[in-house]
């Protein structure tokens, strides 16, 4: 597990972008895995800057996000479909039938099953980003979520919803209660994982990721397990480790 402390925000989401910018520039066919929520924003937008600044080009890249929530439709503003349309997809040349988000509606479980099928059919995936909940969730894989998880139906556990009411004016009630998401497994078929936080609310997760044995109480330690992994964190998210 390699280790990037930055100084702030900015320098966690433009050397993510930049990790990004050469799984595209150096492959062929890139498979992207993809991370919503608020800490890869400012990485999207780096991206987008690119694009307009460089044109890097997107044709042939394929994108597979972690996860969205069950039961929102594709344009409704708080779905993991419409924050990619909107941060990037819309402002890159991508095409847009390359870029895979679970399916939030209809049979849960059998789009959970298509969605790994899909990964599987176009993976592995060259380059996974992760973001990471407080509670060490990666994707939306809760405490207690077994290690060789595939993609599944899951229900978010009480402080996810907490942590996401802010998306949703800070109205519990309105926040879905149900995700697909990406299994641990999944994730760790991946060929690079790419971690990415900042701020002091994610310090303890961030702290167990790197110091806990293995186990399903913090999902997030399943990464200790794969030998090409890079947390990259500013200094409040670090401020946990030891010095060494
Ligand atoms: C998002 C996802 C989640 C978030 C995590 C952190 O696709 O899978 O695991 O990465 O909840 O969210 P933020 O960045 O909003 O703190």
Do not use: A, K, Q, V
């Given at each position: 597990m390699q280790i990037i402390i930055c100084k702030n925000g900015e320098e966690v989401a433009k050397k993510t972008a930049n990790l990004i910018l050469k799984t595209i520039k150096t492959n062929k066919n890139p498979v992207l895995g993809l991370a919503t929520g608020s800490t890869p924003l400012l990485m999207y937008k780096l991206l987008v800057e690119d694009f307009q600044q460089n044109c890097t080009s997107w044709a042939n890249v394929i994108t597979f996000n972690l996860d969205e929530y069950c039961g929102l439709s594709s344009n409704n503003e708080q779905s993991y479909r419409y924050y990619m349309n909107e941060n990037l997809f819309k402002h890159i040349n991508i095409d847009f039938s390359q870029t895979y988000l679970p399916n939030g509606n209809g049979n849960f479980k059998l789009n959970a099953e298509v969605y790994e099928n899909q990964i599987i059919n176009f993976g592995p995936i060259d380059l996974q980003i992760l973001g990471i909940g407080t509670?060490?969730?990666?994707?939306?894989?809760?405490?207690?979520?077994?290690?060789?998880?595939?993609t599944h139906v899951v229900n978010l556990n009480e402080q996810t919803i907490k942590d996401n009411a802010r998306f949703f004016n800070n109205d519990i009630s309105q926040v879905p209660k149900q995700a697909i998401t990406m299994g641990i497994k999944t994730i760790l078929n991946s060929k690079v994982i790419v971690l990415m936080a900042s701020g002091i609310n994610k310090a303890e997760a961030i702290y167990h990721l790197v110091n806990t044995k293995p186990t399903t109480q913090w999902p997030c330690t399943a990464l200790q397990s794969h030998d090409q992994v890079i947390i990259i964190i500013d200094k409040d998210a670090a401020s946990l480790l030891k010095k060494s």
């Open positions: 509670n060490g969730h990666i994707g939306f894989n809760e405490p207690g979520t077994d290690f060789n998880s595939l």
